[in-house]
Structure formats: structure tokens, C-alpha cells
């Protein structure tokens, strides 16, 4: 088949090409992706008012592996998730593990529905700026839920849109604890 | 001929088999908002949502400003009920959804207002966005009662910020709404809508396939030869758009998507490089006399092999063409997936093809004398086709590539074109009129792919308006006041004590700060807002870049990051309690600076 050749040529542009554009989109999303160590201390550097109205900085929690979760309560999807924060903080707990709320939301919503389904580790409420935070920790479309989570020296070791499903939660707890 | 397009079409599959995961859209593209006026005192509001967002019905809030304008907001259309498992049932809205609000004027003289519509919608994929408030200005002037006859032109503009508006129609939202009709009108509107693609460039590849099915019969190929031949071919892709539809019956939404992955998105922009390039010549595709050999033989040896490698032909044309009406496709098939009506979604799309190939059957049955006859003008029209190929491919991959990227690939492909025009080529003298009107046109593709270029390298970032950017640089003045740079503490401490006696400010910005960017066009532009910064010094640390200083500085003042802005007295201290943080509107914004200048 002496056409042959030409064929693979063909099929060398098309991959060619079709690698490019994946590069060019790889590029594009990994764009605003600070470093984990940066994106790390910022988290860290945050301070936010709980549901009790005083500040409280982040900064408290360095050292334990912390799990930063953004949320709200019109988020169906945060709902889903929350009930299993409430297990592994009990379970991880003691081991290190600190679950740390921040609802995109506002006090009076928050406070009853924390209450209702008891949530066991801190709740901090920031307005819609706090979404800007969430960005800059690599949040690009700033969609809810989206959970960082923070090793003990401070890196961020994932930053995750959407639900984070319990087993690779524990997954990815279980060595850093 | 057949093992080389296979192979092509194999690793084109190989490519979107490797699909990336989904990526999520900027809320402004998964909710496009838009409004209009229909009537006076009809206010039309438009949401695109993207396939596999929604909107929450109970959600939509919508103002207007100033407030002597008032909306009824309490009669919004039912959404489609949503089971959910922490609100119960809620009402929810997928696809082009458009609805009315009555419109009440207390004060006749308002020309224009500003509407503000909140919503607030989720994603399939399990994640929601946070509430947005959109904006869009709407003129009420061409409904004065002066002139009733302007009526048929309403318009709406987006204020700047607000999303924007795009094409007036897309296609895509066209085909669902003739999906209403009857079942024989929609069939029928679909032949008509084939017959428009027929006419773009889309149709391109397929003219040197026809002629290499006919040109081996010479002069041998009676009328009706040469009709049934481009009829069996026609079928061929008409049966295939068919299939598609009915696959994307059963398959659901995936389908739609699938069109719009960057995978595939550049693959198929790739196919049309490919094909651009061997219309410059670069190298000899010869998909006619290849098939022509092919052809040639099978048809002296039985006419049924004939007609079935015809149909073949038909059927890889439709692959080869599929991603250049992928945006009618993208809407035809998300009816059909979310209808689940196959019989209905295969007959559309079969009639779509055979609209299609009108123009081929003519041809075919005018025994190839309508075919353009080889010469060397077929070499300047080859050319002109690769122009327009490569135009398809950037147009593809457009939602992928950054603006830079985007402008600079068009400004690349002009300034080519002009060249191939002879643009900067002298014109002989006594020069043919039609290379004058070729000479003018590569100069004007010229000077809009310099323009693009120089509008590109200068920051622009609007392809319509390459140039926009250099225009404000002239004119500062009408926008934002201008802030001073600071980069580092030093530099800020220098710049609050050269400024001693006056109240200093210092906002704190980056390039991925929404708010910060609303601040700038919204707040700081106003006049009033304005009037009172011109008494301070103003100050602007710009920490996109994040580094070390940058740090160091947003430390200082306990900030995470933009926006914050920070208030210095006229001896240079800071005014604690008069941060803002996040978006404030125009008169909040200018009561705190008459507290700061206090």
C-alpha cells in the first residue's frame, strides 16, 4: 500500500495538532494555579468571622492536617457531603485531622442548619468575597462545594471542585495523618 | 483512498477517546444572560443555560435602576420539578429559557435603565455557583410615543460587566424552536436549513469528492447516470446524519457534550488544517484521482460495487463535514436526547443532509457540465477555500484558546491572505480589474490582521475592537482615575509620606479579582466617587504577580489577598475602621471616602 505513508502523515498532523490544542488547554487550566506552598500559607493567613461574630484565624490550625471546605446551605450538593466531614472528624480527629467550614452564606441560615445536622468542627461565614479567596486557592469558575486540604507543614496537598467522595477523602487523609 | 481516511478517522476517535475530564464553565457562560424590550412595558429576560446546567426558579430576583422603574416578577413561567433530597421539590429551568416581565414607568422621562436580575444556578456535575447578579442595560427611547413604527427594532445592550450578548440568535437555540412545529414542518424547516449550509464553507470538501465520482465517466455520463450517482452519495450522508440522530436518542446528552470537549473540539479543528494545508499545495491530498482509479475500476467491473463505494464515499463526507455544523447538530441532537423522540430527531437530521446535497444532485444531474471546469483561477480558489478552512479551525477552538491566543491566530492567518494576494506585490502596470479588486482586498485583510496584531501585543483583548485598548491609553481620563503603582512596603511608605496632608488610599488588586474589577468600573469611574479621590492620593498594588513584596505587603495589612482597601489619615496612619472589603456600590463607597477626607 504505497499510500500508506501519506496516511501516517496525516495521522501525525491530526495527533500533532490535537496535542497542541490539548497542551494550549492544559496551560489555560493549570494558568491561575498558585504553588501549593503559597496558596497554603494564604489559606492559613485567613481570617474569618464564626458563627459566634469574632475573627477567627486559621492560622490556629497549622500543624494538623486541615480540611478547608467551602460551602453553603442553598448548595444541594455541599449537603451531600457534610455528613461525612461530621464521621471523619470523628474518626480522624484525634489523629490530627481538622475539618474547617466556610460558608459562602450568612450567619442566621448557617447557625440553624450547623445546629440541625450536627457539625462538629468550626464553621467560619464569609460573604461573597470569600469566594474571591477561593479562587486565588485555584476555585477558577468559583463553584461550590470545593474543599482544600492542607498537610501538616502547610502545603496544599489537593484543592477539589465538587464533592469529594468519602473514600478518597479517607484515602488521601490516611497518610497524611 | 479508504484505508488512509479510515486511519485518519481512527486516530481522530483514538484522540476524543482520551477525552479530558469536564471543565466547568465561567458562571457567565453557563447562565448567558441577556434581556430585551419586546413591547413597551414588556420586558423580555433570556438565560442560555449550557446542556447540563440549571437554574433555580425560586432564585431569580430582578431590579431595576432607577427605581421608578418597577418589574412584576411574580409571574415567571413553571420550571421542571427537581426532587431533592435536602429542599424537597424545587422548581428548576434547563436550555434557552425566556420569559416576560411587565414593566411599569413612573416617570416618563427615563430614556434607559439598567436592569439587575440575581439568580443563582448548579451544575450536573454536582456543583453550584454561588448567587450572581447580572447586569443589562436597556434603552426604553425607541418606544417614546413619537415613534410607535420602531417597535419592530427593539434592542438591549449589556452594561459594561455584564455578560455579554453575543450573536442576536445563535443556531443552536434556532433549531429548538422550530422543534414546536408539527412533525412535517419540522422535517420540512430542517430541508430548508440544509440547504442554507449547503452554502457555507462547510460544504467545501465534499465538491473535488463529487467530481472525482464523476469525472471518470467523461463524456460517457448521461444526465441520469450522473444524478443517480450523486443521489447514492447524498444518501450515503443523509443516512449517516440519520443514524446520528438516532444515536443521540438513545445516548442521551452525552452526545451534545461530546461535541463540545477540547478533544474533539481540536481534533476536528486539526482535520481542517489538514485539509487547509493541501488547498495551498503543501501537499497533493488527491482525494479525486485517487478515487477516480478506485472508481474506474469497480464500476467496468459491476455497478452495484459502484454505487456502494459511492454510498461509502457519502457516509465518511458526513464524518468530514460533521464538526462544521456541529452548532446546528449540538442543538438538534440535545432535542432529540432530552425528547427521546428517534423517529422524529432521525427524520430531522435526514432531511437536514438531503438539503445538503441539493447543490451536489444538481450538479451531479447537470452530467458534471455545471462542475468548474480545472484551470489555473482553480489554484486562487483552491487558496481562498484554505483561507476559509483555516477560518473554521480557529473558529472551532476559539472557546479554548486564552484571547491572545485567539486574536493572534487570526491576525496570522489575515496578514497571510493579504499575501497571497499580492497585497504588498506592486500591481503591474495596465493591471486586469480583477487584480485591482484582489490587490484591495488583501491590502484591507492587511491592515485588520496589523490591527489585530498590534491590538493583541497592546493588551486588547476584544477581537472586534483590537484596537480599544490603545484608545484609552490616550484617554485615561474617562475611565477609572488613575491610581499610583506600589509593589513593596518601601514603596508604599514612600509614597504615603510624599503625600503627607492628604488622605492616601490603597487598593489592593489582581487580575482574577472579580469584585476588584467591578470596583474599577462601576465605583471608582463615577463621578462622584471621582470628585473625592482627586482630593486623596490614590495608590494601587497590583498582586496578580504574588511575589515576595507582594506577600509581604498584603501581610502587613492582614489581607489574604484582593479586594481590600485601605485607608490612611492625612498624618499617615492608618484608619482602621474603614476598610472595605469586597464590591461596594457607588454612594457606599463615596460616603466612606467622605469619612476618610472627613
Known amino acids: 500500500m504505497k499510500r500508506l505513508p501519506q496516511a501516517l502523515l496525516l495521522c501525525a498532523f491530526a495527533v500533532l495538532f490535537a496535542g497542541a490544542g490539548y497542551l494550549v488547554y492544559q496551560w489555560r487550566s493549570s494558568d491561575l ?16 468571622p464564626g458563627l459566634d461574630g469574632k475573627p477567627h484565624p486559621l492560622e490556629q490550625w497549622r500543624g494538623k492536617v486541615l480540611i478547608v471546605n467551602f460551602w453553603a446551605t442553598w448548595c444541594a450538593p455541599c449537603r451531600e457531603e457534610i455528613p461525612g466531614f461530621i464521621k471523619f472528624q470523628d474518626q480522624y480527629g484525634p489523629q490530627g485531622a481538622q475539618f474547617v467550614g466556610i460558608a459562602i452564606d450568612t450567619p442566621e441560615r448557617v447557625e440553624p442548619y450547623a445546629r440541625e445536622i450536627g457539625i462538629n468542627y468550626p464553621v467560619l461565614v464569609g460573604g461573597l468575597e470569600a469566594m474571591d479567596f477561593a479562587r486565588q486557592a485555584g476555585n477558577r469558575t468559583s463553584v461550590l462545594p470545593f474543599t482544600v486540604v492542607i498537610d501538616r507543614n502547610g502545603k496544599v496537598v489537593t484543592a477539589t471542585v465538587g464533592v469529594l467522595k468519602p473514600e478518597n477523602l479517607e484515602k488521601l487523609l490516611k497518610p497524611l495523618l | 483512498m479508504f484505508i488512509r481516511l479510515i486511519l485518519l478517522i481512527l486516530c481522530l476517535l483514538a484522540g476524543a477517546a482520551r477525552a479530558a475530564e469536564p471543565e466547568l464553565l465561567e458562571p457567565e457562560k453557563a447562565f448567558k444572560f441577556s434581556a430585551r424590550l419586546l413591547a413597551p412595558g414588556e420586558l423580555e429576560v433570556r438565560y442560555e ?77 454536582g456543583v453550584c455557583y454561588p448567587p450572581q447578579e447580572q447586569k443589562a442595560e ?32 445563535s443556531e443552536h437555540t434556532m433549531i429548538a424552536e422550530l422543534f414546536k412545529g408539527g412533525f412535517w414542518a419540522l422535517v420540512i424547516s430542517f430541508f430548508g436549513f440544509g440547504l442554507l449550509l449547503a452554502l457555507t464553507p462547510c460544504m467545501f470538501p465534499m465538491i473535488p469528492i463529487l467530481s472525482g ?21 447524498v444518501l450515503g450522508m443523509a443516512i449517516t446524519y440519520a443514524l446520528a440522530g438516532v444515536a443521540a436518542g438513545l445516548l442521551g446528552t452525552m452526545l451534545s457534550s461530546a461535541l463540545q470537549n477540547p478533544w474533539v473540539l481540536s481534533s476536528f479543528a486539526a482535520l481542517f488544517v489538514v485539509l487547509a494545508l493541501s488547498m495551498f499545495g503543501l501537499y497533493e491530498l488527491q482525494l479525486p484521482s485517487a478515487l477516480q482509479s ?35 447538530l449540538a442543538g438538534a441532537l440535545l432535542y432529540i436526547s432530552q425528547s427521546g423522540n428517534v423517529v422524529l430527531g432521525g427524520s430531522a437530521l435526514f432531511a437536514m443532509a438531503l438539503g445538503m446535497g441539493v447543490p451536489l444532485v444538481v450538479v451531479g444531474a447537470s452530467a458534471g457540465t455545471l462542475l468548474p471546469k480545472a484551470g489555473p483561477w482553480m489554484e486562487t480558489v483552491k487558496r481562498f477555500f484554505g483561507v476559509v478552512l483555516l477560518g473554521v479551525a480557529i ?32 500591481l503591474p502596470h495596465g493591471a486586469p480589474g480583477y487584480r485591482k479588486l484582489f490587490k484591495s482586498i488583501g491590502v484591507i485583510a492587511l491592515l485588520a490582521g496589523v490591527a489585530l496584531l498590534i491590538g493583541a501585543l497592546a493588551g486588547g483583548r476584544d477581537i472586534l475592537q483590537p484596537l480599544a485598548g490603545l484608545r484609552s491609553a490616550v484617554a485615561p481620563a474617562a475611565a477609572a482615575p488613575k491610581f499610583q503603582r506600589v509593589n513593596s512596603l518601601s514603596e508604599l511608605e514612600n509614597a504615603v509620606r510624599i503625600g503627607a496632608g492628604k488622605p492616601v488610599m490603597l487598593d489592593f488588586y489582581a487580575d482574577w479579582c472579580v469584585s476588584c474589577k467591578e470596583m474599577e468600573r462601576f465605583t471608582f469611574a463615577d463621578d462622584e466617587v471621582r470628585a473625592r479621590l482627586s482630593q486623596m492620593v490614590i495608590l494601587q498594588a497590583d498582586v496578580t504577580a504574588n511575589l515576595d513584596e507582594h506577600k509581604a505587603l498584603l501581610k502587613r495589612f492582614e489581607l489574604f489577598g484582593p479586594p481590600g482597601i485601605v485607608f490612611f489619615d492625612r498624618a499617615g496612619t492608618e484608619i482602621k475602621g474603614l476598610r472595605v472589603i469586597g464590591f461596594q456600590s457607588a454612594d457606599k463607597f463615596a460616603a466612606t471616602l467622605d469619612l476618610v477626607l472627613r
Open chain 1, 33 to 48: 494555579q498558585p504553588d501549593p506552598v503559597t496558596t497554603g500559607q494564604m489559606v492559613l493567613a485567613a481570617k474569618l
Open chain 2, 49 to 125: 443555560i449550557a446542556p447540563g446546567y440549571y437554574m433555580y426558579r425560586d432564585k431569580f430576583r430582578f431590579g431595576a435602576e432607577p427605581s421608578s422603574i418597577t418589574l412584576d416578577a411574580s409571574k415567571l413561567p413553571p420550571g421542571k420539578v427537581k426532587k431533592d433530597e435536602f429542599f424537597g421539590d424545587v422548581q428548576i429551568y434547563r436550555g434557552d429559557m425566556r420569559f416576560v416581565l411587565p414593566l411599569a414607568l413612573a416617570d416618563d422621562r427615563v430614556s434607559r435603565f439598567v436592569l439587575k436580575a440575581e439568580s443563582q444556578g448548579c451544575a450536573d456535575l
Open chain 2, 138 to 169: 436597556i434603552r426604553l427611547a425607541a418606544f417614546s410615543p413619537a415613534a410607535p413604527a420602531a417597535a419592530v427594532s427593539p434592542f438591549a445592550q449589556p452594561a459594561p460587566g455584564a455578560a455579554s450578548r453575543g450573536e442576536s440568535t
Open chain 2, 213 to 233: 465520482i464523476l469525472v471518470p465517466h467523461g463524456e460517457h455520463l448521461t444526465h441520469a447516470r450522473g444524478f443517480a450517482l450523486s443521489l447514492v452519495y
Open chain 2, 294 to 328: 478506485k472508481l474506474a475500476v469497480t464500476s467496468n467491473k459491476l455497478h452495484g460495487g459502484h454505487f456502494a463505494s459511492v454510498f461509502a464515499m457519502g457516509v465518511l463526507s458526513a464524518v468530514i463535514v460533521g464538526p462544521c455544523v456541529a452548532a446546528p
Open chain 2, 395 to 426: 473558529y472551532l477552538v476559539s472557546p479554548l484558546l486564552p484571547a491572545v491566543a485567539h486574536m493572534l491566530a487570526w491576525a496570522a492567518l489575515l496578514i497571510a491572505f493579504a499575501v497571497y494576494l499580492h497585497a504588498i506585490d506592486p
